[in-house]
């Protein structure tokens, strides 16, 4: 496996191959080392910025040559991690972009893992997303994971979207992600794709949908949150524990006292869990009934195991030092105790 660095405030040659010597954009790192590599090994772009400075050049990720053992990951790397608030960890990688798509994947293996993308609107009234899958084959897998993304909007449009899988041939496993600000779609799965979307958060969607699937989509949605979206779910076929306005699926859970507030730390913004008297706290589905559902959260929090019900969203909740939760709080939940 080949590790490349990406960094916008290194000095250094340049070249990659270290943190002060890295890209300093995530698209001249794909320009340098795009290849057939179905021959060679696995390519890893390690991402932060160790003076907090944003990547602002979209990126597009096209013209390689990849298959199941020989994949394209892009990752924070070891040490700069996000905290789950956009913007708010120091030394973390941010792509964030105007008026264009910002992160354009048309590779048929690829992860995306714990970074944060933003979406800023300046003059381009035209759909564009954080994050695009397109042009795949037949065969592929398509990961993202553990991201923050965020779209920022003005002068009208809506128009931007979190996630978009424009793609049929399209595989994709999304989970532990964070998708708000925007007014079109959360997160969009093409017609004829098939998608696993656990332990998200897609909120603030008003003009359309949180999450949306076209037709002859295969979709799954377990342990999400999906809220204060025009609608929800749309046209999903297999929503289970999931928290929503509108009572989607089976087995699903509302806010205490039909407030998010009561949730989520800020509701906007910050989407730790509140605290143990969340209807999210341990309301999800467990690891036994279900192997995709993530165990560790977004910051890499593990979750609870085997026939322990998880927390519903992208953050598990971590109890004050000393203090015993017991996992039976959830059946009483789900019974409609508490």
């Not at 998010?260 to 509701?267: G, I, Q």
Request: charged residues 20%; aromatic residues 8%.
């Amino acid at each position: 496996m080949a590790d490349w660095y990406v960094n916008p405030d290194a000095t250094g040659a340049g070249n990659g191959t270290s943190e002060s010597d890295a890209y300093t954009t995530l698209q001249a790192a794909e320009t340098a080392k795009n290849a057939d590599i179905t021959g060679t090994e696995s390519v890893v772009f390690l991402c932060s910025a160790t003076g907090d400075t944003d990547d602002t050049t979209m990126c597009v990720f096209a013209g390689w040559t990849t298959d199941a053992t020989h994949t394209i990951t892009i990752k924070a790397n070891t040490g700069r991690a996000h905290d789950g608030i956009f913007g708010n960890a120091a030394n973390a990688y941010k792509l964030a972009v105007t008026d264009a798509d910002s992160l354009d994947t048309r590779e048929n293996y690829v992860t995306i893992d714990g970074i944060q993308v933003k979406l800023i609107f300046s003059s381009s009234d035209t759909f564009e997303d954080c994050i695009k899958v397109g042009t795949l084959d037949a065969g592929n897998a398509i990961i993202i994971s553990n991201c923050v993304l965020v779209q920022e909007e003005g002068g009208g449009t809506v128009k931007y979207k979190g996630i978009e899988i424009n793609d049929g041939d399209a595989v994709v496993d999304i989970f532990n992600c964070i998708v708000y600000g925007g007014s079109r779609r959360g997160i969009d799965i093409a017609a004829g794709a098939t998608a696993d979307i656990y332990n998200c958060t897609v909120t603030g969607y008003s003009s359309v949908d949180g999450i949306r699937a076209q037709t002859d989509v295969v979709a799954t949605c377990k342990n999400c949150v999906s809220y204060n979206n025009l609608d929800d779910f749309d046209t999903i076929d297999t929503i289970d524990f999931c928290a929503d306005d509108d009572n989607d699926g089976t087995n699903n859970v509302s806010p205490v006292g039909g407030d998010w507030a009561n949730e989520f730390t800020t509701p906007g913004t910050v989407f730790t869990v509140k605290d143990t008297s969340a209807n999210i706290y341990l309301g999800g589905l467990d690891q036994n009934s279900d192997a995709k559902i993530p165990a560790a959260d977004i910051v890499g929090t593990t979750r609870p195991a085997g026939a322990n019900p998880v927390s519903i969203g992208a953050f598990e909740f971590v109890a004050a030092a000393g203090v015993t939760i017991p996992i039976m709080i959830h059946h009483y939940k789900q019974a409609g105790g508490l």
